[in-house]
Nanobody, 118 residues
Framework: QVQLVETGGGLVQAGGSLRLSCAAS????????MAWFRQAPGKEREFVAW????????SYAAFVQGRFTISRDNAKNTVYLQMNSLKPEDTAVYYCAASEDPGKWSYWGQGTQVTVSS
């Protein structure tokens, strides 16, 4: 079993930055694909970014538009999401997820709230 804990959320003004962290425990995540998702009030959960086990491959949702960067430190069993140029529409609960099988997100964190004020 993998336990994921997200931290780093908070309240920030539009144009500001936040760095989210996802710390894993229970097992090493060095062989897992990791991702960030988000869910805004009244909306479905949506994909934000993923990164493969080595960090050599990454993919982002179109709305990221070069503002976010996903990274990982396998030695620390941690994944990050650097978010710059934040917009009010980025307000959501951000979740970390881990996958052993392509397309199947087996483990989820509890989420961290990000609020961007205008």
């Amino acid at each position: 079993q993998v336990q994921l804990v997200e931290t780093g959320g908070g309240l920030v003004q539009a144009g500001g930055s936040l760095r989210l962290s996802c710390a894993a425990s229970g097992r090493t995540i060095s062989t897992y694909t990791m991702a960030w998702f988000r869910q805004a009030p009244g909306k479905e959960r949506e994909f934000v970014a993923w990164i493969n086990w080595s960090g050599g491959r990454r993919s982002y949702a179109a709305f990221v538009q070069g503002r976010f960067t996903i990274s990982r430190d396998n030695a620390k069993n941690t994944v990050y999401l650097q978010m710059n140029s934040l917009k009010p529409e980025d307000t959501a609960v951000y979740y970390c997820a881990a996958s052993e099988d392509p397309g199947k997100w087996s483990y989820w964190g509890q989420g961290t709230q990000v609020t961007v004020s205008s």
